[in-house]
């Protein structure tokens, strides 16, 4: 049996956790504190993929080059990378976008893309957050079976 992490600071992405992971295969364990993404405590774990949706930090090199870490970057990247996506797509303009999957390297939001999906930017910013959760753990679940 495989495990999995996901990584998270954001209460809409724990509630999606909480839903899914007993649906997912394989063991679920979930991270919400900067200083419990160790090295040491990812080698315990032994994580087939690290999943950060919406993680704030830098992922150190180390956990970069030893574990198959994926985010999931709210633009159409290469378009719209680096910090706060959304504010920049309404400020532009955009009515919709799309969640990019991608494996994690030490350059930001540059890695290999595993696929993309649409997503729709209507609604308060906290309705377009929960949207994106839901999107990001269908995406996680495609990513693993």
Known sequence: ???????????????????FSPTLPGKWHLITDKKDLSI????????KYVFFPHWSW??????????????????????????????????????????????????LDAGPVYFKEGLLLNGSAKDIFIRCSKKTFKMIKKIVE
Not at 3 to 17: L, M, P, R
Not at 77 to 85: A, F, H, K, M, T
């Open 40 to 47: 040491d405590k990812l080698r315990k774990i032994s994580p």
């Open 1 to 19: 049996m495989n495990n999995y992490v996901v990584a998270t600071v954001k209460s809409w992405n724990v509630e999606q956790f909480k839903l």
């Open 58 to 107: 830098i992922v150190p090199d180390d956990v970069l080059s030893e574990f198959e870490c994926v985010c999931f970057h709210m633009a159409d990247v290469p378009y719209g990378r680096g910090g706060s996506p959304l504010q920049n797509l309404i400020i532009r303009g955009h009515k919709d976008t799309k969640l990019s999957a991608l494996k994690m390297t030490n350059e």
